[in-house]
Nanobody, 125 residues
Framework: QVQLVESGGGLVQPGGSLRLSCAAS????????LGWFRQAPGKERDFVGN????????LIANSVKGRFTISRDNTRNTVYIRMYDLKPEDTAVYYC??????????????????WGRGTQVTVSS
């Protein structure tokens, strides 16, 4: 059973940066894709990006492309999302998710099998 624990959220000023971590356990093989989603109050859970565990290939949503990057550390079983030039509209709960898939094309919440509890990111002055 895959378990995911996010950390690193907090309050940041507009224009600032933040790095979130997702510690994963139970990844029994390399054919997983780990994704990041976010959900603002009253809104749907939106895809932010994902990374293929096998080769580190990433898929980033157009809405954050150029500002957010995703990476992984296989030795620590941890996925990171680095967020730059944060804006108030980036305020949301950020979730880590996993699916047993080698493709890396998954961008819908329903496609993911395991979820973390989320970490709050607030962008405000």
């Amino acid at each position: 059973q895959v378990q995911l624990v996010e950390s690193g959220g907090g309050l940041v000023q507009p224009g600032g940066s933040l790095r979130l971590s997702c510690a994963a356990s139970g990844l029994t093989a390399s054919d997983y894709t780990l994704g990041w989603f976010r959900q603002a109050p009253g809104k749907e859970r939106d895809f932010v990006g994902n990374i293929r565990w096998s080769d580190g290939n990433t898929l980033i949503a157009n809405s954050v492309k150029g500002r957010f990057t995703i990476s992984r550390d296989n030795t620590r079983n941890t996925v990171y999302i680095r967020m730059y030039d944060l804006k108030p509209e980036d305020t949301a709960v950020y979730y880590c998710a996993a699916v047993r898939s080698p493709l890396g094309y998954e961008s819908e919440a329903w496609e993911y099998e395991s979820w973390g509890r989320g970490t709050q990111v607030t962008v405000s002055s």
